[in-house]
Structure formats: C-alpha cells, structure tokens
C-alpha cells in the first residue's frame, strides 16, 4: 500500500508540475502573439514621440514626482492607443496578409491568438484608455489632451478599418499616417507638460513630420508589386518608385533641415549656442540614409529600361527591408536631440 501511495503522490505531483507548465507556456505564447500583432517594435518610436514632447515642454517649475507620473501615464497612454490602431490594422488587413509571405508571422500570430479574442481586447483597451484619458485630463486640468486622444485614435482606427479605410485611399494615406504616427503623439506628450505653444517646438514637430513618411515610403516601396497587383492605391502606387523615392529623399532632407535649425534656435535662444555641436549628429545619420535612398531610386529609374526585371524588383524589395533599421537611426538621432534639450533645461 506504501508503495502505491508514493506511487500515486509522485504521479499527482507531475501531473502538477506539468499542468503549471503547460498553462505557462500557452501564457508566454499568448502574450507574445499579442505583442506581434501590437507590433511591439513600436515602443522605441513611442518612447522617441514622448522624450520629444517631453524635452520641449517639461519646464523647471514641474517637481520631480509629478514629472515621473504623467511620464508614465502619457508613455503608457501613447503606448496603448499605438497598440489600439496596430490591432485594427491586423483585423482589417488579415485576409490580405494571408496572401503575402513577408506578412505570414504577422497572420500566424494573430491566428494563434484569435480573431475574435482579439477583437474583444480591442474593445477592452479601448475603454479602459479613455477611462485613463479623462481621469488623466481632471487631474492635468487640460481637456485638449481628452481632444487630442479622441481625433488620434479615431484617426488610427480609420486608417486601417472599413468603410473609411484611409490607407486606401491615396493621398489621404501619407496625411493620416503623419499625424497617427508624428503629430498626435508628440502633441499629447507636449501638452501633458505645459499649456503653451512654443514657435521652435513647432518648427521641429513639423521637421519630424515630414521625416517620419519620408522613412515609411520605403515600407511602401517593399510592398508596391503586391499593392499594385491587388489594386491597392498607395501613394507610392500611384507616384510610381521613381517619384516616389525622390520624394523621400526631398521629405527626409527638409525635416532634417527644419528639425535641426529648430533645435538650434532653440539653444541659441535660451544662451546654449554652444550646444549646436551636437546638432552634428543629424547630418552624420542622414548622409547614411539617403545614401540607401538614393539606391533605391537608382535601382526605381533601372526598373523600367532593364530586361531582367525581376531581378531589379527583387533588389529593390530586399533593399526596402532594411528599412526598420534606417528608421531606428533616424528616430534615436532626434531623441538624442531631444535629451540634450532636456538637460540643458534641468542642468544648465
């Protein structure tokens, strides 16, 4: 009888064991669906839209604890709603990403994780965010962040989701996807540290708008022989690759421009010339990125005299992949910026 009793406890013991293990994987699993069909990648973007906002708008006046606070609450908001319009773009987009093979992790995700369960954390997210907004709003005493949040991810939502389907629609395409990705975000972390406008700060806001599509066009350059196969109008679809790489490079020069001469105003400004120094780091990056620019728009005008087509499109795609990692550099270039905006304010 002892023997079967220790028998029976080990047995009940791995069943156990084995049970929690289980539930632990399928829990990692879960969670790292939903962080794929986020699009997770998004966070460092995110934290380079609140160090920008908070870098021109944090004033000595704010005390170190109300600082960290609405750091958190404008990073997780920011974060979240990132997250509300990522969803609604892989819900939209589901049918149309099981046909292309670059997108298969993206649909395998969403997949694994549900439609339908997917659908109900939206709703919940939705709702837990606007609760968060609003209670973030009394406390902060400024009703334009509620506003921002609301035309933000109304806009987020409209982009992907049918019958308004921005992303569709032309050129309506590249001005939502600006003011998702650049303006609104780094709108909403400015104001939850001030309520005044500064003429510098706009300058850069406009300088990184103008930046942030410069370095999706070549996302859109990656996907324009499926976009164009299935009747999908982007604006590059529409330009065609040649103007539209030019058109990058023309956008990512002229925020460049205007983003820098906004941070050197800024530091002249306030006696901090010397600082400008730094602004160094701008042309550095941006030298390397248009130089990939314009191979791509060499490779776009060969496209169209060569006879190994193919074999130019598949550079061009490979090309267009790299893209993440231009992006990267650009945004942590500006972030840079923007930290040493931030401890010229606190430190000198």
């Excluded at 920011?78 to 049918?95: C, E, H, M, P, W």
């Excluded at 309520?195 to 850069?204: A, D, I």
């Excluded at 090309?319 to 905006?341: A, D, F, K």
């Amino acid at each position: 009888m002892r023997y079967y009793g220790k028998r029976y406890a080990k047995t009940h013991a791995f069943l156990i064991r084995r049970s929690y293990e289980f539930i632990d994987e399928n829990m990692l699993k879960t969670i790292k669906s939903l962080g794929t069909v986020s699009r997770a990648e998004f966070l460092l973007p995110n934290l380079g839209s609140l160090i920008m906002g908070l870098a021109w708008g944090a004033t000595h006046s704010t005390s170190i604890g109300d600082l960290v606070v609405m750091i958190i609450l404008s990073f997780a908001i920011i974060n979240v709603s990132s997250a509300i319009g990522a969803q609604a773009n892989t819900l939209s987009d589901r049918k149309l990403d099981s046909k292309d093979e670059r997108k298969k992790q993206l649909v395998e995700a969403t997949n694994s994780f549900g439609a339908n369960r997917l659908k109900k954390v939206l709703i919940i997210e939705f709702a837990l965010t606007l609760i968060l907004v609003f209670l973030f709003m009394l406390i902060q005493q400024k009703p334009i962040l509620l506003i921002l949040w609301i035309v933000g991810i109304c806009l987020g939502c409209a982009y992907s989701l049918p019958p308004i389907r921005l992303k569709s629609r032309s050129w309506l395409a590249p001005i939502s996807v600006i003011l998702v990705l650049a303006v609104f975000p780094v709108l909403f972390a400015y104001y939850t540290f001030t309520t005044e406008m500064n003429p510098f700060f706009l300058l850069s806001l406009t300088g990184l708008a103008l930046t942030v599509y410069g370095v999706i066009i070549p996302t859109e350059i990656r996907d324009y022989f499926g976009d164009k196969a299935m009747d999908i109008e982007t604006m590059t679809v529409r330009l065609g690759l040649v103007k539209a790489s030019l058109l990058g490079i023309v956008l990512l020069t002229t925020g460049a421009i205007l983003t820098g001469t906004a941070f050197f105003l800024e530091w002249a400004y306030g006696h901090h010339s010397w600082l400008s120094v730094f602004l160094l780091a701008i042309p550095v990056t941006f030298i390397f990125v248009l130089g990939k620019f314009k191979k791509l728009h060499s490779l776009s005008k060969e496209l169209a005299s060569s006879k190994n087509q193919a074999s130019v499109a598949e550079n061009i795609v490979s090309l267009s992949t790299h893209n993440p990692q231009w992006i990267m550099l650009v945004t942590q270039t500006y972030s840079i910026m923007s930290i040493i905006l931030l401890m010229s304010k606190f430190l000198l």
